[in-house]
């Protein structure tokens, strides 16, 4: 694995292992249990200790799942990323929610507790008095947005008593809303990761011509390329998913991976689909 630098200098992995999926969508689905645990297990033993989870997915199940599978390594050798649902966000029901995490994931803290979305009917002071608790009272290391704006991220990071250490956003070769919306750029300024999800367009990626071209000269995989272009930019870390080892293996190819700038380029270029630039 290689890292990154936290704004007070520890570490964090460029590639995390998403849990989006495993254990439901926004309910409860049990019926892959196991495949979820063997996944997460598969991922750490490969190296991905950075979990992202949520308390929204799988209704609370996605979180019992990542539970069980990390029971049986060293905790403090994990870094367990979470994020508090819209509907919970004045300052009482975040310190609820954050119990509520713990417990589904067997842990007495969170690395990274994200607001997971804006939520424009409850007032951010009210969500950040809680999170800030949650930081005095050690049961939180790091807070976070996700899906925030440049305005947004700027007004939180001036209620946040610590720093926001990080926006995660959904960033790739397809979608590059946060360089256009100047959040890229804020967070490179301001010491804030961009933490990019859906990193390869849940697969959808992997079938763009240029990236395919690019992929075959260096011998490499077109998830390789898409990833390697997010984790080679300054402050920008990435959250892939996988359930399958294969894949996961694969990806961590992205580590090594050493594109030229002129690839680089290219890529910074690429020509958007017409489904991104037209949506239905
Ligand atoms: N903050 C937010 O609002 C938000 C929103 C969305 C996602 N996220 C986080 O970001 C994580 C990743 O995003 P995502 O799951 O939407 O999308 P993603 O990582 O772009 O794509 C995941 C999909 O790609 C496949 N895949 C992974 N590596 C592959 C490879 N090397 N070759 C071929 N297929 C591959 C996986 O299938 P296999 O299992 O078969 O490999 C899976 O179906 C989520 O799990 C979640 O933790 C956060």
């Avoid at 799942?65 to 029901?93: C, P």
């Avoid at 000269?217 to 399958?244: C, E, F, G, K």
Wanted: charged residues 25%; negative net charge; aromatic residues 8%.
């Amino acid at each position: 694995m290689k890292y990154k630098k936290l704004y007070d200098g520890a570490d964090i992995p460029v590639l995390g292992q998403g849990t989006w999926g495993l254990g439901g969508g926004m309910a409860p689905d049990h019926s892959h249990d196991s495949t979820a645990i063997d996944a997460i297990r598969t991922a750490i033993e490969l190296g991905y200790t950075h979990i992202d989870t949520a308390e929204m997915y799988g209704g609370g199940h996605t979180e019992e799942l990542v539970g069980q599978a990390v029971s049986e390594y060293n905790r403090e050798e994990l870094f367990i990323t979470s994020k508090i649902w819209k509907q919970t966000m004045d300052h009482q029901d975040v310190i609820n929610a954050l119990e509520g995490s713990l417990k589904r994931l067997g842990t007495d803290y969170l690395d990274l507790y994200l607001i997971h979305r804006p939520n424009r009917d409850i007032p951010i002071e009210e969500t950040f008095r809680g999170l800030n608790a949650l930081i005095e009272q050690g049961k939180v290391r790091y807070l976070g947005v996700s899906n925030f704006g440049l305005r947004q991220l700027k007004r939180a990071q001036t209620l946040c008593d610590t720093q926001i250490v990080t926006n995660q956003v959904r960033y790739h070769l397809h979608e590059r809303k946060c360089v256009a919306n100047g959040v890229l750029e804020y967070c490179q300024a301001n010491n804030i990761l961009l933490t990019a999800y859906s990193p390869i367009d849940r697969g959808y990626l992997l079938d763009d011509p240029t990236v395919k071209q690019i992929a075959a000269r260096y011998d490499a995989t077109p998830a390789q390329v898409a990833l390697h272009w997010l984790i080679s930019q300054p402050q920008v870390i990435a959250l892939p998913m996988s359930t399958n080892r294969r894949h996961l293996e694969e990806n961590l190819g992205a580590l090594e991976l050493e594109l030229s700038e002129s690839d680089i380029e290219r890529l910074n270029r690429i020509e958007l689909p017409e489904s991104v630039l037209f949506p239905e």
